[in-house]
């Protein structure tokens, strides 16, 4: 696609409730990032891709999130059981392969409201 | 580890001020990358600048200038003659030089009032 698309765009969900984020990268972009904005708070870094493999999941804040990627494009962002803190903008970015320089493209994020 | 620190919460300024975005970082690497990001009302981050651990020079583009200062792990951003669409979050970002690691600052709110 043209940019980094990311939905829903926005989802309030209950408290305890599963929900899946869902990123579509550039096309041809083998590196896959996903971050989470709390509000008034800078960028946490959750995971990152590089093609299907996540070499560090350092960043996921707890069991309850998993992140996949299949086929080297799509990628779900699920959290389990959410809670209230999990409430933020969850933001995905890409980046073309080989390309270790390259800079990071954002989608428009994921606003996710647990009441 | 590596680290971005961005000191300055939230800056404002009056039209046409010039202001600095400050940026030090952390990193036990040779070969690293800085980026400086823009995160306007909107919400998607746009990219600014990128510069890579080798290169010192500093640059300028408009009205946007950017230090790289490698004896003070510093990558501050200057904004000269600020105007109200300067309004914005700025992110500093380090990547390491040999993966797809990337982390960043906690960010800038930069207020320009008319």
């Known amino acids: 696609g043209a940019g980094v698309s990311q939905s829903p765009s926005n989802k309030v969900t209950e408290k305890g409730k599963d929900v899946e984020l869902r990123c579509d990268p550039i096309?041809?972009?083998?590196?896959l990032y996903w971050y989470r904005q709390s509000l008034g708070q800078g960028l946490e870094f959750l995971i990152y891709?590089?093609?299907?493999?996540?070499?560090?999941k350092s960043g996921l804040p707890s069991d309850r999130f998993s992140a996949e990627r299949t086929g080297g494009s799509v990628s779900t962002l699920t959290i389990q059981r959410t809670q209230q803190e999990d409430s933020a903008v969850y933001l995905c970015?890409?980046?073309?392969?080989?390309?270790?320089?390259?800079?990071?493209?954002f989608g428009e994020g994921s606003r996710l409201t647990v009441l | 580890a590596q680290k971005v620190t961005q000191a300055q919460t939230e800056i404002s300024v009056v039209e046409k001020e010039d202001v600095t975005l400050d940026c030090v970082y952390e990193?036990?690497?040779?070969?690293?990358?800085l980026f400086w990001y823009k995160q306007p009302p909107s919400g998607e981050l746009v990219f600014l600048i990128r510069?890579?651990?080798?290169?010192?020079q500093n640059e300028i583009s408009g009205r946007y200038s950017w230090n790289f200062q490698k004896s003070t792990s510093s990558f501050n951003f200057t904004i000269t003659a600020s105007q109200v669409v300067d309004s914005a979050v700025y992110f500093c970002?380090?990547?390491?030089?040999?993966?797809?690691?990337?982390?960043f600052g906690a960010g800038t709110r930069l207020t320009v009032k008319p």
């Open positions: 970015a890409s980046r073309m392969g080989g390309s270790n320089t390259g800079e990071l493209f």
């Open positions: 096309s041809g972009h083998t590196a």
């Open positions: 891709f590089q093609g299907n493999s996540a070499p560090d």
């Open positions: 990193t036990r690497d040779t070969t690293y990358y």
């Open positions: 510069r890579n651990s080798f290169d010192e």
């Open positions: 970002a380090l990547k390491k030089g040999n993966n797809n690691d990337m982390r």
